[in-house]
């Protein structure tokens, strides 16, 4: 490794939920980490031993030891920094707009502050999920427009992506292969030398940084294409009288089955954003995630049907949504599904209001949510558990007196608990198909207007 990095110093840029776990753990395998963020207040606490990221337990006590040890400095000087290091990782979001364009401009500007500083010999390699090519041309470009130095001959240039989950980041790195690339023979050189001095579990070398980034897209966009699968089981199985949960649990007894669990939706910064990564640049092919996005966010709309078919027309009555993060126990709405199940309640005429131990009313109210109030309690009509908080395990819910059905969005919460206060329990997918005389055919139509 020593003929790459002599020095053993590494810039990593963005000091996120994500980045500040890696510049630790570079740190603890014998790295100079110096730190880059935009944000001032960022550099300053970590320059102060602190530690700004809640999600990861000791993440904390092992930001004060290396700084402790002068292992670890920040600053918002990227160009200085990438002058003074010999690795450079760029952990900078990439996220997709509403019209599912990528919005490129932090990445971007990152890359060029970057070029201004390369020198040569400096390896650069990128962790953010990106579209296939984005290295090997779009930041290929940049970096060698800003230093003058060829990626050929001069810098190194690769790709590896980030396979760990917020709050269990350093089990991961230690747990999965990490999939490593290069733009070119001596590039993926460097970048199996960097990570093998910092990763102590196995590497897995691809033969260009092109399939390192298909790699990551693989990874995620299977898990939306099979959630969809999932989906459209519940929803046969609703349509037939069936359990599509133990039955998908009897299936996937045969070790070549492995299908995941419906619910009311797909959120987060992964799953339902990196299928249009893939899809970036290709406008006609890849039918099935196309296909898998449309299902998995239209499952609000099956909701609100589903709530329907228990207490007939949705107009004029109230939904309580429980939970507005995108994933039980985590303070985070990126692409919730809570956002789509509010739009197609109101579309079917439904005043809805949204509770989420996790946020403030006015954290709810900033993100379009009417908060729930307990003396509403018993003018709720209907209430879908969306986000598996654990919290919920204990919630009072014999204070919804009128309240006629609980859709549990995500499988999680006791039948029988529902049954001593009278109020009906569905699931997506359990088979309940009783359908109430008073459903309107105009809500029917209101809801498949949505539907494509």
């Not at 990128?126 to 970096?143: D, M, N, Q």
């Not at 997506?428 to 139509?445: K, N, P, Q």
């Amino acid at each position: 490794m020593d003929t790459f990095f002599p020095e053993k110093t590494v810039a990593v840029v963005g000091l996120g939920k994500i980045g500040l776990p890696l510049a630790a753990h570079y740190a603890e395998h014998g790295w100079t980490v110096i730190g880059c963020d935009i944000n001032s207040a960022v550099v300053d606490i970590i320059n102060r031993g602190g530690c700004h990221v809640d999600e990861e337990s000791d993440l904390a006590e092992r930001i004060a030891k290396i700084h402790a040890q002068g292992k670890i400095s920040a600053t918002t000087d990227l160009v200085s920094a990438a002058q003074k290091a010999n690795v450079v990782v760029v952990i900078v979001p990439v996220i997709v707009h509403e019209d599912h364009s990528i919005a490129f401009e932090s990445i971007d500007s990152a890359t060029h502050l970057i070029g201004k500083g390369l020198q040569k010999n400096t390896l650069v390699v990128y962790e953010t999920t990106l579209p296939v090519g984005t290295t090997s041309k779009r930041f290929r470009a940049i970096l060698e427009e800003e230093s003058h130095l060829s990626a050929e001959t001069d810098f190194y240039l690769g790709y590896s992506p980030e396979r760990v989950s917020s709050g269990h980041i350093e089990r991961d790195l230690n747990k999965y292969p990490k999939v490593v690339g290069g733009i070119n023979q001596r590039s993926k050189a460097a970048v199996e030398a960097f990570y093998g001095s910092v990763i102590d579990a196995d590497l897995i070398v691809m033969e260009s940084a092109d399939e390192a980034e298909f790699v990551k897209l693989i990874e995620t966009t299977y898990r939306d294409v099979n959630i969809a699968l999932a989906n459209e089981y519940a929803q046969f199985a609703d349509a037939h009288g069936l359990r599509a949960v133990p039955s998908i649990a009897a299936a996937n007894t045969q070790p070549y089955s492995h299908i995941h669990i419906p619910g009311v939706g797909v959120g987060g910064h992964c799953i339902p954003v990196y299928p249009y990564f893939l899809m970036y640049g290709d406008s006609e092919g890849l039918s099935l995630p196309r296909r898998s996005r449309v299902v998995n966010d239209d499952m609000s709309i099956y909701s609100a049907q589903r709530v329907s078919r228990v207490i007939g027309d949705l107009h004029g009555k109230k939904t309580l949504i429980l939970g507005v993060a995108y994933r039980g126990d985590v303070k985070e709405t990126a692409f919730t599904s809570a956002k789509l199940l509010r739009e197609a309640f109101m579309q079917a005429g439904s005043e809805v209001f949204a509770q989420d131990p996790l946020f403030t009313d006015e954290e709810l109210l900033a993100r379009g949510y009417t908060p729930f109030d307990s003396n509403q309690a018993s003018s709720i009509d209907a209430i879908v558990i969306q986000a598996a908080h654990s919290e919920y395990n204990n919630f009072d819910f014999s204070q919804f007196v009128n309240c006629k059905v609980v859709l549990d969005g995500r499988a999680s919460d006791r039948p029988e608990r529902f049954a001593e206060l009278g109020i009906k329990y569905i699931t997506i997918g359990d088979g309940y198909t009783e359908c109430v005389s008073s459903l309107s055919s105009a809500l029917a139509r209101n809801l498949s207007s949505l539907l494509p």
